[in-house]
C-alpha cells in the first residue's frame, strides 16, 4: 500500500523520469502534473488515506464517475485524464508499494486492445540491442572518461535503478578490496559479481536485494578509482604522465561511497542523469560525422530509466522470468513481463532442438 499523502513525492520522481524518457515539453508535462494532482486532490477529499491492492480501481473508477458526472467534463477529456494517472499508478515504483497487478483501462473503460505491430514497435523504443548498447559504450569509452564509462557500463550490466546506483558503496560489491583500496580482480574473465543493493522508500524503509556485474565493469571501476587518485603532470621532458597524488590515494583506501562527483562527494541523481544525457548526444554526433545507419536516436531515446529496461531486456533472453523479477527487484511478476519480448521462431528452434535430442 500507499498513503496518499505520499503520492505527491512519487508524482515529483515521476514525472523527472518521464521527462528525461520522452523528452516532454514543459507544457505537456504540466498538463499532466495537473491531470495527476487533481486525482490525488480527489483522493484527499473524500478522506482515502492510502492507495492498496483491494482499493486501488475501484477510486479509479470513482474518480471517472466524479469526473463524467460532478465536474461534466466530456468523455474524451476523462479518458485522458485516466490514461494520465494509469501510467502513474502502474510506473515501477508506485506500482512497487501498491502491489497491485498492471490497470488497464480496460478495467475503467472500454478501449480497443493494441494490436500487435503496435506493440512491438512500443517495446522496440525501450531498450537498445546489444550492438545498440556497445556503441554508446563504446563512444563513452573513446571520450576518455573513465567515471562515466564504468557508470554506464555498471547500469547496462545490473539494471539497477538510478537511486541504487548513488547508493552504492564499495563493499557493495562482492569481492575483496586490496590494501590500496582496489578490487581484487577474479582469474576467471566470464565470471558474474555479486552486487548488493539498497534503496530508501518514501518511508525511510530500505529495500535490499542483489543483482551481478560482469568482470569487464569491474575492470573498469578499478580504472576509475585509479582516474580518482592520479593527475597529469608534466616531466622533465615536457610529456604528460599520470602521477598518484598521495593525499587522493590515501582518502581511496578509507573511501565509502562507489561513484563521485567532480568534488569528490557521493554523486547525486541529477548528476548521472546528466552524464548519461551527455554521452547519447556524443552518440549522435558520431553517426553523423561517421555516416553510420543507425534507427536510434540516442539524445531523445536513451536515459537511465532505457539502460535499465536494456539490461533487464537483456537478461530476460536467457533467465526464467522468476529470475529477471529477482533480478529487477519486483514484487509483482507481472511488472516484470513487460521486459519479455517473446521471440516466436527462437521458441520454435529451441523446441526443435529438444525434439532431436529426445529422439536421438
Known sequence: MIAVDELTDYLDEYLEEKQEVKNLTQETIEKQTFNISKFIEYLEQEGIDELNSDNVKKQLRHYRRYCLKQRGNKRTTVKTYMMNILEFINSEDVQEEIQHETIKMKDIIEVKAEDPETAKKRIEKISLTWPQSNFFLDTIQQSGNKRDYAICRTFIDSGMRLKELVLLNKDDIQVPIDENGFYVIPQDSDEFIDVNLRA???????????????????????????????KLRKNTHNIYRPVI????????????????????????????????????????RRIESEGIDCPVNYSK??????????????????????????????????????????DREQMKQKLRLNSRRFNN
Open 200 to 230: 530508501e522508500t518514501t518511508k525511510g524503509e530500505l529495500k535490499d536485494r542483489t543483482t551481478f556485474i560482469t568482470y569487464d565493469t569491474l575492470l573498469s571501476l578499478n580504472d576509475m578509482m585509479m582516474d580518482r587518485i592520479t
Open 245 to 284: 597524488q598521495r593525499n587522493k590515494a590515501a582518502e581511496e583506501v578509507t573511501r565509502e561511497e562507489l561513484f563521485t562527483n567532480i568534488k569528490g562527494n557521493r554523486i547525486g541523481k541529477r548528476g548521472v542523469q546528466d552524464i548519461i544525457k551527455k554521452h547519447a548526444r556524443e552518440c549522435d
Open 301 to 342: 531515446n536513451v536515459s537511465v530509466h532505457i539502460l535499465r529496461h536494456t539490461a533487464l531486456s537483456h537478461y530476460a533472453e536467457i533467465l526464467t522470468v522468476a529470475e529477471v523479477q529477482s533480478i529487477a527487484g519486483h514484487s509483482n511478476s507481472q511488472t516484470t513481463d513487460k521486459y519479455i519480448h517473446i
